[in-house]
């Protein structure tokens, strides 16, 4: 397990091609220009689950450079694809500064940009502890050979770089993994499913196993009669990945643009309008390795910045363009200003007293669907999905039919939160369109009361 001496070997080269590439580029700036150069590449396993039988199978090593060109207030950027083949990647470069340069001159000016600087460079580089690519699919599928198992694994390498004509450079490169699968069930209600993820940057089997026994001890309990319910508010207990599900909400929704132009569901929060519960805070916290500290633009975010503390907003995420724009002090956010690696405080609800502090109420694992349904209010709309339950006396008593929620986080985070479990898991960003995303939440379960079902 691990990472093989020539992945590594790989990774310099590519890091020294990068560098070559951003240094060619910027030797070739004319005066005025200035360029930001981003660089995102990955080393990945892929593999597809159906009825727990690989479906597909295969290892992408795949990258993007990105530049922006600025030049007389004005800006444009282009994409292209990055080889790691000197000769070639010259090339592209080259003709896409070209390229630049006669887009850039026909863009209004931008009274809002950011010139590149040099706040210091820095060099990253998390090391995890992996599955052998020739050993990932037995491993995988050696638990759940008798389940109607369904998913994908990725595995391997991601890598963010950044350099710019002011003389900053950056290369972060981080190991992860993550297995995201469902195990069906057919009833006589129908096809049933849980859903699971195991994920993180070292492989462990026990705790594999241990996620998958838990799922297949929830498809066992689908398999009794659903339970209808009525709309109405519930006690509620909504598992880490259900909990990610809505607390992800407030992590789109720190930024000071949204909050200046009255678009943020915090805003009642920052006019103290409306409160949260002293139990919630959440911070940024990048010391674990997941996703660099560096935006597109290079900027360094601090290593920890807390965001909501005991329920009261302490600060905000600030771009240096809604610096600009609004004259505040800029906090290494990127442009959409929106958490990076969020981390929930846990509580202390121990497992083993969940379905005892529940008493009567739903259980749920996971949600679906979810928007917002009134933002200003900080109303969430969504579904039900997966294994959820209806419990009695602590005590699994029935699947349920899925069941739509619109809620309020004043309400559901503030005076009805009534505990955080005091453990919590690693909920990653699954997205792979175009490339394996970076990003996560660690989050712990939560137990609600008076929780709004609308149908």
Not at 164 to 191: K, L, P
Not at 252 to 272: H, P
Not at 293 to 316: H, M
């Given at each position: 397990?691990?990472?093989?001496?020539?992945?590594?070997?790989?990774e310099?080269?590519?890091?020294?091609?990068?560098?070559?590439?951003?240094?060619r580029?910027?030797?070739?700036l004319?005066h005025g220009?200035?360029?930001?150069?981003?660089?995102?590449?990955e080393?990945?396993?892929f593999?597809?689950?159906?009825?727990?039988?690989?479906?597909?199978?295969?290892?992408?090593?795949?990258?993007?450079?990105?530049?922006?060109?600025?030049?007389?207030?004005?800006?444009a950027?282009?994409?292209?694809?990055?080889?790691?083949?000197?000769?070639?990647?010259?090339?592209?470069?080259?003709?896409?500064?070209?390229?630049?340069?006669q887009?850039?001159a026909?863009?209004?000016?931008n009274?809002y940009?950011?010139?590149?600087?040099?706040?210091g460079?820095?060099?990253?580089?998390?090391?995890?502890?992996l599955?052998?690519p020739?050993?990932?699919?037995?491993?995988?599928?050696?638990?759940v050979?008798n389940?109607?198992?369904?998913?994908f694994?990725a595995?391997?390498s991601?890598?963010?770089?950044n350099?710019?004509?002011?003389?900053?450079?950056h290369?972060?490169?981080?190991?992860?993994?993550?297995?995201?699968y469902?195990?069906?069930?057919?009833?006589?209600s129908?096809?049933k499913?849980v859903?699971?993820?195991y994920?993180?940057k070292?492989?462990?089997?026990?705790?594999?196993?241990?996620?998958?026994?838990r799922?297949?001890?929830?498809?066992?309990a689908?398999?009794?009669p659903s339970?209808?319910?009525?709309?109405?508010q519930y006690?509620?207990?909504?598992?880490?990945?259900?909990?990610?599900?809505?607390?992800?909400?407030?992590?789109w929704?720190?930024g000071?643009?949204?909050?200046q132009?009255s678009?943020?569901?915090l805003?009642?929060?920052?006019?103290?309008?409306?409160?949260?519960?002293?139990?919630?805070?959440?911070?940024?916290?990048?010391?674990?390795?997941?996703?660099?500290?560096?935006?597109?633009?290079?900027?360094?975010?601090?290593?920890y910045?807390?965001?909501i503390?005991?329920?009261?907003?302490?600060?905000t995420?600030?771009?240096?363009?809604?610096a600009?724009?609004?004259?505040?002090?800029?906090?290494g956010?990127?442009?959409?200003?929106?958490?990076?690696s969020?981390?929930?405080?846990?509580?202390?609800?121990?497992?083993?007293?969940?379905?005892?502090?529940?008493?009567?109420?739903?259980y749920?694992?996971?949600?679906?669907?979810?928007?917002?349904?009134?933002?200003?209010?900080?109303r969430?709309?969504?579904?039900t999905?997966?294994?959820?339950?209806?419990?009695?006396?602590?005590?699994?008593?029935?699947?349920?039919?899925?069941?739509?929620?619109?809620?309020?986080?004043?309400?559901?985070?503030?005076?009805?939160l009534?505990?955080?479990?005091?453990f919590r898991?690693?909920?990653?960003?699954?997205?792979?369109?175009?490339?394996?995303?970076?990003?996560s939440?660690?989050?712990?379960?939560?137990?609600?009361?008076?929780?709004?079902?609308t149908?």
């Amino acid at each position: 397990m691990g990472r093989h001496l020539e992945e590594q070997a790989v990774e310099h080269v590519l890091e020294a091609s990068f560098y070559q590439l951003a240094d060619r580029l910027i030797d070739s700036l004319h005066h005025g220009e200035h360029l930001t150069i981003n660089l995102e590449s990955e080393r990945s396993q892929f593999t597809r689950f159906n009825h727990a039988k690989v479906r597909q199978s295969g290892v992408v090593a795949d990258g993007n450079v990105t530049i922006l060109l600025i030049y007389n207030q004005r800006e444009a950027f282009a994409k292209f694809p990055f080889t790691g083949d000197r000769e070639i990647d010259m090339a592209y470069a080259i003709a896409n500064l070209e390229y630049l340069r006669q887009e850039v001159a026909q863009i209004p000016e931008n009274p809002y940009l950011v010139l590149p600087e040099n706040q210091g460079s820095s060099r990253e580089v998390y090391q995890g502890n992996l599955l052998n690519p020739e050993d990932a699919i037995a491993t995988i599928l050696a638990p759940v050979n008798n389940v109607d198992f369904t998913g994908f694994y990725a595995s391997g390498s991601i890598i963010r770089a950044n350099a710019n004509s002011a003389g900053q450079r950056h290369w972060f490169a981080t190991d992860s993994f993550f297995v995201d699968y469902s195990m069906f069930v057919q009833t006589d209600s129908g096809e049933k499913a849980v859903k699971g993820i195991y994920a993180g940057k070292d492989w462990e089997a026990e705790a594999y196993n241990l996620q998958i026994n838990r799922s297949q001890q929830q498809l066992v309990a689908l398999q009794k009669p659903s339970k209808t319910l009525e709309r109405g508010q519930y006690r509620t207990y909504f598992a880490p990945a259900a909990s990610s599900e809505l607390l992800g909400f407030l992590t789109w929704s720190a930024g000071e643009s949204g909050l200046q132009q009255s678009s943020s569901a915090l805003l009642k929060l920052k006019n103290q309008e409306r409160t949260l519960s002293p139990l919630l805070s959440i911070s940024e916290n990048f010391t674990y390795g997941n996703v660099p500290r560096f935006n597109d633009l290079g900027e360094v975010a601090p290593e920890y910045l807390s965001i909501i503390a005991e329920g009261k907003l302490v600060n905000t995420l600030v771009s240096s363009r809604s610096a600009k724009e609004y004259g505040k002090v800029a906090n290494g956010a990127d442009e959409g200003e929106s958490m990076r690696s969020p981390e929930v405080t846990a509580g202390n609800l121990a497992e083993s007293d969940i379905l005892k502090q529940l008493d009567t109420g739903l259980y749920l694992s996971n949600l679906h669907y979810l928007n917002w349904s009134d933002r200003s209010g900080g109303r969430i709309t969504g579904m039900t999905r997966y294994a959820c339950f209806w419990v009695e006396n602590g005590e699994f008593i029935a699947p349920i039919e899925n069941l739509r929620f619109d809620d309020s986080i004043y309400d559901f985070l503030g005076e009805n939160l009534e505990a955080f479990t005091d453990f919590r898991e690693f909920i990653p960003n699954t997205g792979t369109y175009e490339t394996r995303s970076l990003g996560s939440i660690l989050v712990p379960g939560m137990l609600v009361k008076d929780f709004t079902f609308t149908l």
